[in-house]
C-alpha cells in the first residue's frame, strides 16, 4: 500500500513502516524524544499510522509489545536529552543555528518548561518540536532528576500507548478500514497543522516587533519648553 507523502518519501509514515518496520519507528521515538537532530521527524503520525496498520493486518506485529517497546523509547530518549542538557548546560542558549539547528527552538522549549514546570515533560510530548527542547532544557537548567524520571514515565507511556491505542482504535472503524490511504493522508495533514500554526505565530510576531534602533544615529533635540513670564502684581 502507498500513500502521497506531503514531504519528503522517508518522512511518510506508512513508507517508513513499510521500509522499516517497527524497529524503524522505535529509532525514530527515541530520536525525537530527546536527540537535537530529530525534531523534525513525524513521530505523532507514526505512532498513529503504526496502531491503524496492526490492527488492519498490514503490519504484522503484536500491539501489546509495539506499545510497550514504543514507550520503552520514548523514555529512553528523553533520558538522552536529560543527560545531554546536563553536560552543554548554558552553552546550548549560545549555540550558532545551522541547518538542522535552530535557537528560536530552543528558546520556545525553556519558554514552555518556565511556564509549566515538571508537567511540561508530559504536556510536551503531544506538542511536535517542543517536545525535542524539553528533556534538555530540563537537564540544562538543573531539574532534580528524580522529578524528571518520574514524569519523564508519565509523558511517554500516555503519549507512546495513547497515540497508538488511538490508531489501533480508530482502526477497528468499518469506514476507517476501508479507506486506509485516505486516513494516512488525513494523519499526514494534522501532523504538520501544528507545525505551520507555530510558523505563522512566528511570522506574525516578527512582523509587530519594533524595528531595532541604531544606537549611532544622532538623538534629535526637543525644543525646550516654553517658560511662562510671571509678571509682578503692581
Known amino acids: 500500500m502507498t500513500t502521497l507523502a506531503l514531504g519528503p518519501s522517508w518522512l511518510d509514515p506508512d513508507h517508513l513502516l513499510n521500509s522499516f518496520g517497527v524497529w524503524g519507528l ?10 537535537l537532530i530529530g525534531f523534525f521527524l513525524p513521530g505523532d503520525s507514526l505512532l498513529f499510522t503504526c496502531g491503524l496498520l496492526i490492527t488492519a493486518g498490514t503490519l504484522d506485529f ?3 509489545a509495539a506499545i510497550a517497546l514504543i514507550c520503552v523509547a520514548a523514555v529512553l530518549g528523553d533520558q538522552a536529552g536529560y543527560l545531554f542538557g546536563k553536560k552543554v548546560g548554558p552553552s546550548l542558549f549560545t549555540r550558532p543555528d ?31 518540536i517542543v517536545r525535542t527542547f524539553t528533556p534538555i532544557i530540563a537537564g ?9 524520571i518520574t514524569f519523564n514515565v508519565i509523558g ?18 468499518e469506514f476507517v478500514h476501508k479507506n486506509i490511504e485516505a486516513m494516512l493522508m488525513l494523519i499526514v495533514l494534522v501532523s504538520v497543522v501544528p507545525i505551520g500554526i507555530e510558523l505563522l505565530r512566528a511570522r506574525s510576531k516578527a512582523k509587530k516587533a519594533p524595528a531595532p534602533t541604531d544606537p549611532t544615529a544622532p538623538v534629535a533635540s526637543r525644543p525646550a519648553p516654553t517658560q511662562r513670564r510671571r509678571h509682578a502684581k503692581r
Not at 540544562?140 to 524528571?148: A, L, N, P, Q, T
Open 26 to 35: 522505535l529509532l525514530v521515538v527515541f530520536a525525537e524524544s530527546g536527540l
Open 62 to 64: 503484536p500491539l501489546w
Open 98 to 128: 545551522s541547518r538542522l539547528f535552530k535557537q528560536e527552538n530552543v528558546t520556545k522549549a525553556h519558554e514552555f518548561f518556565e511556564k509549566y514546570g515538571a508537567k511540561s515533560l508530559v504536556l510536551a510530548r503531544f506538542v511536535p
Open 140 to 148: 540544562v537548567s538543573g531539574m532534580r532528576y528524580r522529578s524528571f
Open 156 to 173: 511517554g507511556v500516555l503519549w507512546g500507548a495513547g497515540v497508538t491505542l488511538l490508531g489501533s482504535w480508530l482502526g477497528n472503524i
